[in-house]
């Protein structure tokens, strides 16, 4: 079992910063590659970027392409996501999220991650 828990969220002006951490409770994080997917109101929920288990694959909607930085501590048992040019369109709830399969590759597909954080609001401002 993998517990999450994502925090750094909050309000920011468009072009400004924050970085996203979740720390994961659990014997077999550093095993399981973690993706960070987001959800505004009315919408679906829409992947964001993931990382592979050792951390040298990363992946990116075209979206964030540029802006956004996943990586991560397995020391720390923590994934992060940096996220720098904010836009509005950005504002969501952000989840992380680890893969259902140990030592698989990361996915942009959320049906293969099993467990997922409560999520941390991220708003920008224009």
């Known amino acids: 079992q993998v517990q999450l828990v994502e925090s750094g969220g909050g309000l920011v002006q468009a072009g400004g910063s924050l970085r996203l951490s979740c720390a994961a409770s659990g014997r077999t994080f550093s095993s399981r590659a973690m993706g960070w997917f987001r959800q505004a109101p009315g919408e679906e929920r829409d992947f964001v970027a993931t990382?592979?288990?050792?951390?040298?694959?990363?992946y990116y909607a075209d979206s964030v392409k540029g802006r956004f930085t996943i990586s991560r501590d397995n020391a720390k048992n923590t994934v992060y996501l940096q996220m720098n040019s904010l836009k509005p369109e950005d504002t969501a709830v952000y989840y992380c999220?680890?893969?259902?399969?140990?030592?698989?590759?990361?996915?942009?597909?959320?049906?293969?991650?099993?467990?997922w954080g409560q999520g941390t609001q991220v708003t920008v401002s224009s």
């Open positions: 990382i592979n288990s050792n951390g040298d694959f990363t």
């Open positions: 999220a680890a893969r259902i399969d140990r030592y698989g590759s990361g996915s942009y597909n959320s049906h293969e991650y099993a467990y």
